[in-house]
């Protein structure tokens, strides 16, 4: 696999940008318009005009509302790269890595890559956007009837078989949350900053059980955008650049097929090999992990496939004080998608560029040389990889 | 208990099963087992596909619970569903019948039934404890 190793020091991808909307319980805006307004914060955070930019990558939340026409409303002509991308909670690594190759090998020079969702409408639950049954007809309709809705009772069971093989806890699920809302008092653009204790998460109400409310995600209306550009390109911008070392992607494409992984390993550990191997790394130099964070649980897997403990090992790990920000692993520093903000895999992508830039204000990481940043969709059976550094990549084609 | 469904097209002869009392999987010609949604055999590849009959038995490899809000002093509803495994070996996502969360573990032996929201809709597999 071609890395940016593999090409003069000039053409490798950096992140040169970020545009982050107010994201929460905003409304009166639509996706599009979040949309357009993440592209707008990034150009102008980069130092770039919108006429510099020759490639868009759009990706849509669980309300399908951002569009290729997104161009249009933003006024760029003549691009050189246009996709909408799908890949679920992966789609913001997957469009890093799309924006990374194109910007590497001269397809485009500053690649936009933006999401936005706009979920939650005024007076409506938020479980009411994401909890509809599906059409009554179809394999899907079938689930319908057979008492699905929606990704939580899915991932639900995808925990039950972690906590029944490894013994994983409630408990240690609860250390998660607990830690991640730590971060999160230290973070001005969360959601949720009051302080949270291990008896707020065991008397939260059940969701779907193994789940408790606080085991699960927020649901946010917002946008994010990241700008992709060359390290040559990136030299003379606003900015300091965020480089980006490697990166993967994994599909087991097993949902619902007889799968002895479900619920145990995840498309993280082949995502995050090839990443690190790209990179050259390994977990142990990792500083700050930004680990998708739909739910508790997808922490506690994730942080396993990874390698940052043993496979069955994340519940102890977790529970050990190993998190939060007096912890050994800094780990979703800005409260993750269980406290700050629920932008699919902006969300650790957003924190992971603001980290590596050192401009986290109080829940900045001491270290952070390298970042990682990991994205999971549909129910476990996508997953993207990023690795990040205020460095350059070293080494490699002259 | 079930919800209301209809058939379309893809799964119209598994629910011909459903109707008879049938729970219906996918088989090769090799003899190999597939989910009943598979167009492609899951462990060779072939798309060469026919409907036949499993025994409907089944175990269980993990479960979650769900939990309706409470009115009131009525507890909320509780409901099970399921992660079920055909002896054939392919896997069923469904609900259980009849079981209380507390006494489930992974491997009880689990059996088919077939419910119907209401008349005029399909039957619909569900799986009790045995």
Known sequence: ?398 | MVGPLDRDGDTAPFLDGTARGEFLLRRCPQGHWSEPAASTCTACGSVELSWAASTGDARLVSWAVTHGRPDGDTPPPRHVLAVVELDEGPWWWTSLVAADPEALSPGIPLRVEFARAAEQYEAVPVFRPV
């Open chain 1, 1 to 398: 696999m071609s890395g940016p190793r593999d090409v003069a020091a000039g053409r490798r991808p950096v992140i040169a940008g970020l545009g982050l909307t107010d994201v929460g319980k905003v409304y009166g805006r639509s996706a599009q318009q979040f949309a357009a307004d993440a592209v707008r914060l990034a150009v102008a955070d980069a130092g770039l005009q919108m006429s510099d930019v020759d490639g868009l990558l759009t990706s849509s939340g669980v309300t399908r509302g951002v569009a290729m026409s997104l161009q249009r409303d933003l006024g760029l002509t003549d691009l050189a790269l246009l996709s909408e991308m799908q890949a679920f909670g992966a789609t913001a690594g997957a469009m890093v890595q799309m924006a990374a190759l194109a910007v590497q090998s001269g397809t485009a020079s500053v690649v936009a890559c933006v999401f936005a969702d706009d979920p939650l409408k005024e007076g409506k639950t938020a479980g009411s956007a994401y909890g509809t049954r599906r059409a009554p007809s179809g394999w899907g309709g079938l689930m319908g009837a057979s008492g699905y809705a929606g990704p939580n009772p899915l991932y639900a069971l995808a925990a039950r078989r972690h906590m029944q093989t490894y013994g994983t806890t409630t408990e240690q699920l609860g250390a998660v949350a607990v830690a991640q809302r730590d971060w999160a008092v230290l973070n001005p653009l969360a959601q949720l900053r009051t302080p949270m204790t291990l008896a707020d998460h065991a008397g939260s109400r059940w969701v779907v059980d193994p789940f408790r409310k606080l085991d699960c995600c927020l649901v946010s209306n917002g946008g994010a955008a990241v700008l992709v550009t060359t390290a040559e390109r990136a030299a003379d911008l606003a900015r300091p650049p965020v480089h980006v070392h490697g990166w993967g992607q994994a599909h087991p494409g097993r949902l619902l097929k007889h799968s002895e992984d479900f619920g145990l390993v995840t498309g993280a550990v082949a995502s995050g090999a090839k990443a690190f191997a790209m990179a050259g790394l390994t977990v142990q130099d990792v500083d700050v992990a930004e680990l998708y964070d739909c739910y508790t649980y997808t922490v506690v897997v994730s942080l396993e496939d990874y390698g940052f403990c043993a496979k069955g090992e994340g519940g102890p790990f977790a529970a050990s004080g190993a998190l939060g920000p007096e912890g050994t692993l800094k780990l979703n520093t800005g409260g993750g998608q269980l406290s700050s903000y629920y932008l699919w895999g902006m969300t650790p992508l957003t924190e992971a560029v603001i980290q590596a830039r050192g401009e986290a204000g109080e829940r900045q990481a001491d270290a952070h040389d390298i970042v990682l940043v990991s994205g999971n969709g549909g129910i476990l059976d996508h997953h993207s990889t990023l690795i990040l550094s205020p460095h350059p990549v070293s080494g490699g084609a002259a």
